[in-house]
């Protein structure tokens, strides 16, 4: 995006002003056909070297990494181990609810308060809370944990991608690239490096929690009742569940996982000021809560993204909650889930990556071109294939692709929002998180109550009204960019 000065704005408040640069620091300009020198302010310095941008961008990666190996890990595996009475589903509905109250609230003053570095290590101490309170999964327990989780996710993530996109402004302006190149590189080594945490989450849970006495036994006896036949209150008569032993091993290593990110990131993890909080800090208000409203209220672009960032999480959703279950677990069994999401992880891990690199020279467009019909071929598919053990090939198939499209939809809506929303991060995350987290809470609540083929239609839906809102975004964008260059003419 350019910036002021090079949209046809006068700092002397004259019309008809043509620049030219000169240097860095100064920039000949004509106002009204007479040529005059102006001074322009030099962008401020980073505060630390090009390899310390690096080496923190490599620790707040692998700190996430650890820490949703094992709370990605077993979220995927709530409806599973958690559905007598629907306790698993109602608690990640609350989560999320939970989530939407943080980011209207929290993110703004308690990084203005403890800073990026300091309100990850703190949120990462509720996901902590939550891991250990898995030991007890009654509906009491899960419900207070998933509250206390979901008021430390919004300020988690808000100050990752605040972190992580001044981190690229200003390795940018060591390298004298592009923002939004640079962001987008940072963004996809982020996600690679965190989409693998479900190759190593669930490897853990699908070694700890197999049956060595059944590795021939499936999931439930009538697969043609799988897939889009499942309901809310069917049983899957021939399930063979873990047992407990198994399954406070496995909580056992979440949880250290868990205390680990938080060591990593409290060491090693520099702790930066964002460029536009040194003009002093804020304390927590009323106001501050509207700011993520204010945002939607005056952002053409942002209420054109709502669309695409719900469906990010029902997208999501669906493959941790629906997939997971009324595919996998009906008809493979519940230790195969891990191996089936192992396999949306890896793929989900390296097009992050690769996307991220490639999205600098194609754009953004083609990538959610590709993420839309990738997406929607998979549901029209899964509306129509019967789930059977001896096809066990199509699951991580359909998983692997799933994780093709999700790489694009959480790397390329990140980076977008980092780059249309620069100028003010905090609340553009918040409310990124804020929708993201409706299309979680809107997928869980009806979970309990619609069969598969209907979620199927609801995240079809999304996906078309999601992707038209992002064509309008572009569409925006590219005018108000032509209408930037014809007022400089």
Not at 137 to 152: D, K, N
Not at 275 to 298: D, P
Not at 470 to 483: L, N
Request: proline share 3%; glycine share 8%; net charge neutral.
């Amino acid at each position: 995006m350019e910036s002021k000065d090079n949209q046809g704005y006068s700092p002397t408040g004259e019309d008809n002003v043509t620049y030219t640069n000169v240097n860095k620091n100064r920039e000949s300009i004509q106002i009204n056909g007479i040529d005059r020198e102006v001074y322009k302010p030099p962008l401020p310095q980073p505060t630390i070297s090009k390899n310390t941008i690096l080496k923190n961008v490599f620790v707040l990666s692998f700190g996430f990494l650890c820490l949703f190996t094992a709370f990605q890990s077993l979220t995927n595996l709530q409806t599973s181990i958690n559905s007598e009475e629907g306790v698993g589903e109602k608690a990640l509905s609350v989560l999320y609810a939970a989530l939407v109250v943080s980011c209207m609230f929290i993110p703004p003053p308690m990084i203005g308060l403890l800073g990026c570095k300091w309100t990850v290590v703190v949120s990462m101490f509720t996901y902590i809370i939550y891991l250990a309170g898995n030991f007890y999964p009654s509906m009491a327990v899960m419900i207070v944990v998933s509250i206390i989780v979901g008021l430390g996710a919004a300020p988690l993530w808000s100050a990752k991608c605040a972190y992580l996109t001044e981190l690229g402004v200003w390795y940018a302006r060591y390298t004298d690239g592009n923002e939004d190149a640079a962001i987008n590189r940072f963004f996809g080594f982020f996600f690679m490096t965190f989409q693998t945490s479900q190759i190593w989450g669930n490897l853990i849970s699908s070694l700890v929690l197999a049956n060595p006495n059944s590795q021939n036994e499936t999931g439930n006896g009538n697969h043609s009742e799988c897939g889009v036949n499942v309901c809310p209150g069917m049983s899957f008569d021939s399930l063979m569940n873990p047992e407990k032993k198994q399954l406070y091993t496995m909580k056992g290593i979440y949880c250290g996982f868990g205390v680990l990110a938080a060591i990593i990131v409290a060491i090693f993890l520099d702790n930066i000021r964002l460029e536009k909080e040194k003009e002093g800090k804020r304390k927590f208000s009323i106001k501050l809560a509207k700011e993520t409203v204010k945002h939607f209220l005056r952002s053409t672009e942002q209420k054109l993204l709502v669309p695409l960032t719900l469906y990010s999480g029902v997208e999501q959703a669906f493959i941790l909650a629906t997939f997971t279950n009324s595919y996998v677990n009906c008809t493979l069994g519940v230790w195969n889930v891990g191996f089936v999401m192992i396999c949306f992880g890896v793929v989900d891990a390296f097009c992050s990556f690769t996307f991220g690199r490639l999205v600098q020279w194609f754009g953004h467009i083609p990538f959610f071109f590709l993420a839309a019909v990738t997406h929607g071929s998979i549901q029209i598919a899964l509306l129509y294939w019967v789930p059977n053990p001896d096809h066990i090939v199509l699951f991580y198939v359909f998983s692997g692709l799933w994780g093709m499209g999700d790489a694009v939809i959480q790397t390329q809506i990140n980076a977008l929002y980092g780059f249309l929303f620069s100028d003010n991060t905090e609340a553009a995350f918040a409310n990124y998180r804020l929708w993201e987290s409706i299309g979680f809470i809107i997928t869980f609540a009806y979970g309990n109550f619609i069969c598969t083929d209907l979620k199927l239609y609801i995240c079809l839906g999304f996906l078309l009204v999601g992707m038209l809102g992002y064509t309008a975004v572009e569409i925006f964008h590219r005018k108000q960019s032509v209408h930037s260059v014809d007022v400089t003419k």
